[in-house]
C-alpha cells in the first residue's frame, strides 16, 4: 500500500500560470481533503470530499478548485497563480464518508509550490 | 470559533531529559484530539487519538493525555531521532458532513545527543 501520493513533490510557477495538484489513496477512504501549510501556522483546510461526488469549501477555499475524480483521486487546481499561494500543500483521506464518529486522516507527501 | 494553540514553538532538549508539550483548545463540542508528527519535508505521520477528558495513549517514549481544556505530550527519556514538530488537531462535533480538523501550528522539538 502506497497510501497517500502526491504529484508532483516541487513545482515553479510564475504569477497568472495555472496547474492542477494530484492526489490519490488506495486505502479506499471515502473522505479526501486538500489543506496548505505556511510558516508558523497550523494546517488549513482548503477543500474537502465527504464522499464520491461530493465537494465542499474548507477554511481558504478562494483561488482553488477541486474535482473529485473518482474514489482514488482528489486534485486541487490553481487557476491563475498568485504569490500568496506559496505554500506546501498536503492531501489527506479518511475512512468516513459521514461525520458522525472520530476518524483518522492519513497525509501525503506534500507539494511545495512557489509562485514568483 | 475553533482554536487550537500550541506551546512552546520550539523546545530544544538534551538527550534524556524529559518533557512536556501543551496543547490548548477552544471547541464547541469535541469529538476527537490528535496528535501528529512531522518531519522535515514530510507529511504529517498520525500518533494518537484522544477522545475524552482523562484518556491516556502511550507510544514508545510519548504519552498523550486530555484534559477538557488541554492536552499534554509527554516525552520520557528522548532521543534524537525524536526531534520532529509535533502537531496538535481537534475535531469539533458539526452537522455538516466531513470530519474536519483544525490544527495548531505546531511544537518543533530539537534533542540533543
Known amino acids: 500500500n502506497a497510501g497517500v501520493t502526491q504529484t508532483p513533490k516541487f513545482q515553479v510557477l510564475k504569477t497568472g500560470q495555472s496547474m492542477t495538484l494530484q492526489c490519490a489513496q488506495d486505502m479506499n477512504h471515502n473522505s479526501m481533503y486538500w489543506y496548505r501549510q505556511d510558516p508558523g501556522m497550523g494546517l488549513r483546510l482548503i477543500y474537502y470530499?465527504?464522499?464520491?461526488?461530493?465537494?465542499d469549501k474548507g477554511e481558504v477555499p478562494n483561488g482553488y478548485n477541486v474535482s473529485r475524480l473518482n474514489k482514488r483521486e482528489f486534485s486541487l487546481r490553481l487557476e491563475s497563480a498568485a504569490p500568496s499561494q506559496t505554500s506546501v500543500y498536503f492531501c489527506a483521506s479518511s475512512e468516513a464518508k459521514y461525520a458522525r464518529y472520530t476518524d483518522t486522516q492519513y497525509f501525503g507527501p506534500g507539494t511545495r509550490l512557489t509562485v514568483l | 470559533e475553533d482554536q487550537v494553540t500550541q506551546s512552546p514553538e520550539a523546545l530544544r532538549l538534551q538527550e534524556g531529559e524529559s518533557s512536556s508539550l501543551n496543547c490548548s483548545y477552544t471547541v464547541s463540542g469535541l469529538r476527537g484530539l490528535f496528535w501528529y508528527r512531522q518531519d522535515p519535508g514530510k507529511g504529517p505521520e498520525f500518533l494518537f487519538t484522544?477522545?475524552?477528558a482523562g484518556e491516556e495513549k502511550e507510544k514508545e517514549r510519548l504519552k498523550a493525555t486530555l484534559t477538557k481544556k488541554e492536552s499534554f505530550l509527554h516525552i520520557t527519556a528522548p532521543k534524537p531521532e525524536d526531534s520532529a514538530t509535533y502537531l496538535c488537531?481537534?475535531?469539533?462535533?458539526?452537522?455538516?458532513?466531513?470530519?474536519?480538523?483544525?490544527f495548531g501550528a505546531g511544537t518543533i522539538l530539537r534533542v540533543k545527543s
Open positions: 470530499s465527504a464522499s464520491e461526488g461530493t465537494t
Open positions: 484522544l477522545y475524552s
Open positions: 488537531a481537534v475535531q469539533a462535533r458539526t452537522k455538516e458532513y466531513g470530519n474536519k480538523l483544525v
